[in-house]
DNA sequence: TTGATATTCAATCATATGATTGATTAATGG
DNA sequence: CCATTAATCAATCATATGATTGAATATCAA
């Protein structure tokens, strides 16, 4: 049985994974894309009404994020619903955070972040 | 009073930090430095010696990592010590770190790792 | 059916990236 | 002084990226 979540990008190893990712996250029109996919679906115009790149560039950077895995299209009609995957940013997080003990001055921020998921997790 | 800490690379906009340091991240070369150089300084001959691909290769990849703010690198005679500086990561953390909420099911991870934070924090 | 709408495809372009090889610079050590 | 070593510079190359415009596809609505 094929993993849904990846399905998209089937056999790609951990590396190549965290490569397309990065390079995903390395552009500020897929981050705000994402940002915004955050809580809601939208339409691929609907995403791309923000900026003043054309609908087509828009449309290639959610191929991108398609291809990292970190976006889900459902089409219905003429219309293409956008949905955020955000496990692949698992991933990336877990790398990244290796190097937290670097960050003991914004402990606190960590710390508030982490007590906000734990509240989470007890209820 | 400018952030010492971001220094390398003085007025650069959040923005464009994030793009460059993600960039920067999605090379696994890239990644590998700055895995090997979490706790030791090493020159750049030392970091290239596992690379199949060239010194000159490597010298690109450094230049890379310190114009993203992520080494630093200090001259003595012919040899280059390369220091990491994970500053610029923590941006890339915070910004990873909004969709910790869809991680539900690898908090445990996240919540050990953090508690490992908390005692360092409380000694 | 006709026309508007939503999205993607295709061709093109300028620039960026990652690699190579060869030359250069600069500091060592005998 | 001379050869070696460490690293960067420079030129080149193939490919990737991000954008554009124009065409195509497909759906919906009047």
């Known amino acids: 049985m094929i993993d849904e ?15 397309a990712v990065f390079a995903a996250l390395s552009d500020p029109v897929r981050r705000a894309i994402l940002e915004r996919l955050d809580g809601e679906e939208l339409l691929v115009s609907e995403l791309a009404e923000p900026f003043d790149i054309s609908l087509q560039a828009v449309s290639k950077h ?8 970190l976006i889900s299209q459902e089409r219905t009609g003429r219309i293409s619903r956008c949905r955020l995957d955000a496990g692949p940013i698992y991933d990336a997080a877990v790398w990244v955070n290796r190097y937290s ?14 007590e906000d998921l734990d509240e989470t997790k007890k209820r």
Chains 1, 2 share one sequence.
Do not use: C, H, S
């Open 62 to 69: 959610i191929q991108v994020l398609v291809r990292a895995g």
């Open 101 to 114: 003990k670097y960050w003991q001055a914004q402990f606190e921020t960590l710390a508030a972040w982490l």
């Open 5 to 19: 979540q990846a399905a998209t990008v089937p056999d790609m190893q951990q590396a190549d994974r965290l490569n």
